[in-house]
């Protein structure tokens, strides 16, 4: 039988805002169904799944080091095997380290780039395909809106990586138009940092507000055909100050 559900991948689910994507997109619809990575998350991500079943969700995990990109190809597989098909790609999953330039290393900058950049070019590139052969598809983007419009001392490493993705999400909305819409959301100070960078937020984060604004572009992006190759900013018109 065919599924006739959605079927959505989100990348680093089991924390902060993939987590939060999850939670809110289930309860707006019962008509998703998803497939949810992560790397050192099992217990978050189990917890998680609970919690879906219980609004008559289903969902699957599944376990995957960004790093190694060389077996992106066999993660797919196995990602695709799951439900047969993924609709909605969501690249969320991410790394966040502070370095001053001088002391990146090319380690460091490579593990940036691959994690960050890298696989989520490799996934939308392997999954786009059976998204090309259905004539349906969505692919969004989790940026951040330092690397995008700003940039912050001692994260240019970081910020290259998500200026990239950046770009790569305007290349591919013209590559994959027009059955795939591929679309980024850049947020601001939305949650409280998990490290040093708490000294360069000025304490105005607004939780709550800033995830329901994330939710309400993901799912306005979902159930949109037309809307490709843009960047939503949620971050409190931080940039344009």
Not at 79 to 91: R, W
């Amino acid at each position: 039988m065919r599924n006739i559900k959605k079927v959505i991948l989100v990348t680093g689910s089991g924390k902060r805002i993939g987590r939060e994507i999850v939670l809110g997109l289930s309860k707006n619809s019962k008509n998703f169904q998803f497939i949810l990575h992560y790397n050192n998350s099992y217990k978050e991500v189990l917890d998680l799944i609970n919690k879906l079943k219980k609004n008559g969700i289903n969902a699957k995990s599944i376990k995957f080091n960004f790093s190694k990109t060389d077996e992106i190809k066999e993660f797919v597989k196995k990602v695709e095997a799951l439900y047969g098909k993924v609709d909605i790609l969501i690249n969320n999953a991410s790394i966040f380290k502070e370095k001053k330039f001088h002391k990146i290393s090319e380690k460091d900058f490579d593990e940036m780039i691959e994690v960050n950049l890298k696989a989520p070019f490799l996934l939308s590139q392997l999954i786009s395909v059976g998204m090309l052969k259905r004539k349906y598809g969505k692919i969004i983007n989790i940026t951040d809106s330092i690397g995008v419009v700003k940039t912050w001392k001692g994260y240019s490493h970081y910020c290259v990586s998500k200026g990239g993705l950046e770009t790569l999400t305007k290349s591919m909305s013209l590559e994959l138009t027009p059955n795939i819409q591929v679309n980024s959301i850049a947020p601001g100070k939305i949650l409280e940092p998990i490290n040093k960078a708490n000294k360069l937020y000025d304490k105005s984060y607004e939780s709550k507000h800033g995830i329901d604004r994330i939710l309400n572009v993901v799912s306005l992006l979902i159930q949109s055909n037309i809307i490709s190759g843009e960047c939503f900013k949620i971050d409190n018109g931080e940039t344009i100050t």
